[in-house]
């Protein structure tokens, strides 16, 4: 089945830091990806998504790249800020899995605190 | 954009009673709304899917008469946690989407408390 699997934190950096959040995916099809961000209390953000090889999500600053070679789709963000403290998500949903109403599969998120 | 308002965000009840959370899609048609449940440390665990107008597929393991979902109309999804316990204390989220393409929007999650 489909799966995704993504760095495990806490992660802490000091503002202004670079930021990398490893995600790699299995998937029977031919998946999207996304990411999502999750502030203290609230629900799910969409924070970026590629729908095929190669392409780039970007968006607040963060990056990611679809690589279908190495089934990964990693997170950067060059400079970091005590905002950007937050759960982030890896995810995938596979439009090939037929039946399945193509549900999101989640990695088991980040946790990222910027300090000041 | 496309916006979903899940009610309430925090709930505490008592042992033993129902609680219903709601999911509105406000400005879009949902024709499938999911519910998930959050668990410590962050993982994500997809309870059902729901299709509007028909019955919700569970994930294996989410008990079908515990966890009750209608999905009644194109704007509306229900998740009725019924004869509560202490163990379904969670954050329960939904999320809809117009369909395959469009992409997922997610409310933002229901507090529940069971005491």
């Known amino acids: 089945g489909d799966s995704v699997t993504q760095m495990e934190g806490p992660v802490t950096l000091s503002e202004e830091a670079f930021l990398t959040i490893n995600c790699t995916y299995t998937a029977t099809g031919y998946p999207s990806l996304f990411w999502y961000v999750q502030y203290p209390g609230e629900g799910l953000q969409l924070l970026l998504k590629a729908t095929k090889a190669d392409d780039k999500g970007s968006n607040k600053g963060f990056e990611a790249t679809y690589r279908k070679e190495t089934t990964s789709f990693h997170l950067e963000k060059g400079s970091v800020q005590v905002s950007d403290s937050a759960v982030y998500f890896c995810a995938l949903s596979d439009r090939w899995s037929g039946g399945s109403n193509y549900k999101l599969t989640f990695g088991k998120g980040t946790l990222l605190t910027v300090n000041p | 954009g496309a916006v979903v308002s899940q009610h309430p965000s925090r709930v505490i009840c008592k042992s033993g009673t129902s609680v219903k959370i709601e999911c509105r899609s406000l400005d879009f048609q949902a024709t499938t709304m999911f519910w998930y449940r959050q668990f410590p440390k962050q993982s994500l665990m997809l309870m059902a899917t729901?299709?509007?107008?028909?019955?919700?597929?569970?994930e294996q393991g989410v008990e079908k008469d515990k966890f009750l979902i209608n999905h009644a109309s194109l704007t509306l999804s229900t998740l009725t946690v019924t004869s509560a316990h202490p163990e379904d204390s969670s954050f329960y989220i939904c999320s809809a989407s117009e369909g395959a393409g469009y992409g997922y929007t997610f409310g933002s999650g229901t507090r529940l408390t069971v005491v």
């Open positions: 729901s299709n509007e107008g028909s019955k919700a597929t569970y």
